[in-house]
């Protein structure tokens, strides 16, 4: 059973950082390419960053030089580190990924940024 259980997300004032974390069992995790999404109520979910199986990766032009993703392939774990958090980074976080069959998420986790 493929399972993605997302955790760190939190209350931070502005200019802080957070930084999240998402394990995922089930699947042969090395070979998956990753991804983190964020959803804002009465907006579309939007890709927010992305690793390869290789480890190339790719953000989004609002995060790009402030968030990081990076994976832990013993611990089966996908992580985004958020720095120089701003207000507009508000959302729910989700981690994903894609077989040619399905998508897979995790529940979510609330990332809270005050001003």
């Known amino acids: 059973q493929v399972q993605l259980v997302e955790s760190g997300g939190g209350l931070v004032q502005a200019g802080g950082s957070l930084r999240l974390s998402c394990v995922v069992s089930?699947?042969?995790?090395?070979?998956?390419?990753m991804d983190w999404y964020r959803q804002v109520p009465g907006k579309q979910r939007e890709l927010v960053a992305l690793i390869t199986p290789g480890g190339i990766t790719n953000y989004v032009d609002s995060v790009k030089g402030r968030f990081t993703i990076s994976r832990d392939n013993a611990k089966n774990t996908v992580y985004l580190q958020m720095n120089s958090l701003k207000p507009e980074d508000t959302g729910v976080y989700y981690c994903?990924?894609?077989?040619?069959?399905?998508?897979?998420w995790g529940q979510g986790t609330q990332v809270t940024v005050s001003s």
């Open positions: 089930g699947i042969i995790f090395s070979l998956k390419g």
């Open positions: 994903h990924f894609a077989t040619s069959r399905s998508d897979y």
